[in-house]
């Protein structure tokens, strides 16, 4: 099975602009997650989607959003990009059904804000 | 609030050591769900092992083991005759179900270093 793949893999904005990171999970997973990462806040819950629906969200301004194809693949964007996004965006897949079940991550795309 | 401590940053130790690696967490649920993750200097965090709130069971897998107690909102795992290919970061992280959901909280990670 093809592990999630996350692209792009490495990503230079300024401030003020936006992205869009897009996430394929793994094949029959139809929760997606998404983490932002950073040395100092350590591994931060942002969102996760099933079933195209967003079922839960961590502490993010609105700036960023993301949403769910009926192909399970997902997307986040971040608008009106700070210089404190950057970051390591992490995307993980598991089954999603009743109980979390082990989340495959991808090799995440790395966010720089200048 | 949920919350999961790893109070070690960095461990460093000599290979074939056994190490420990402690986390300990507080929710308010009965029901909640318990991982361990692993991600070595290539950056893709991997799934180690997941544990519910109702099976307190100790688990050992190869040199790996870990040892959950409600009573001490702990779940530590333990590293038996360390590797150098051990070495990473590993994030204890704990789910708990939330409006139709589940939110995953993970700890702050302890970096392991072995050394040969």
């Known amino acids: 099975k093809a592990g999630v793949t996350q692209t792009p893999r490495y990503l230079i904005k300024t401030r003020g602009q936006q992205v869009t990171l897009s996430c394929s999970p793994i094949?029959?997973?139809?929760?997606v997650s998404w983490y932002q990462q950073t040395p100092g806040q350590g591994l931060q819950f942002l969102f996760e989607y099933f079933s195209e629906t967003q079922r839960n969200k961590g502490n993010f301004p609105g700036r960023f959003s993301g949403r769910q194809f009926s192909n399970s693949r997902s997307e986040m964007n971040v608008s009106t990009l700070e210089l404190g996004d950057s970051a390591l965006y992490l995307c993980?897949?598991?089954?999603?059904?009743?109980?979390?079940?082990?989340?495959?991550f991808g090799p995440g795309t790395r966010l720089t804000v200048t | 609030a949920q919350k999961v401590t790893q109070a070690q940053t960095e461990i460093s130790v000599v290979e074939k050591e056994d190490v420990t690696l402690d986390c300990v967490y507080e929710?308010?649920?009965?029901?909640?769900?318990l991982f361990w993750y692993k991600q070595p200097p290539s950056g893709e965090l991997v799934f180690l092992i997941r544990?519910?709130?109702?099976?307190?069971q100790n688990e050992i897998s190869g040199r790996y083991s870990w040892n959950f107690q409600k009573s001490t909102s702990s779940f530590n795992f333990t590293i038996t005759a360390s590797q150098v290919v051990d070495s990473a970061v590993y994030f204890c992280?704990?789910?708990?179900?939330?409006?139709?959901?589940?939110?995953?909280?993970f700890g702050a990670g302890t970096r392991l270093f072995v050394k040969a």
């Open positions: 929710t308010r649920d009965t029901t909640y769900y």
């Open positions: 544990r519910n709130s109702f099976d307190e």
């Open positions: 992280a704990l789910s708990e179900a939330e409006t139709g959901g589940f939110k995953t909280i």
């Open positions: 094949s029959g997973h139809r929760s």
């Open positions: 993980a897949s598991s089954l999603g059904d009743y109980s979390p079940g082990e989340q495959y």
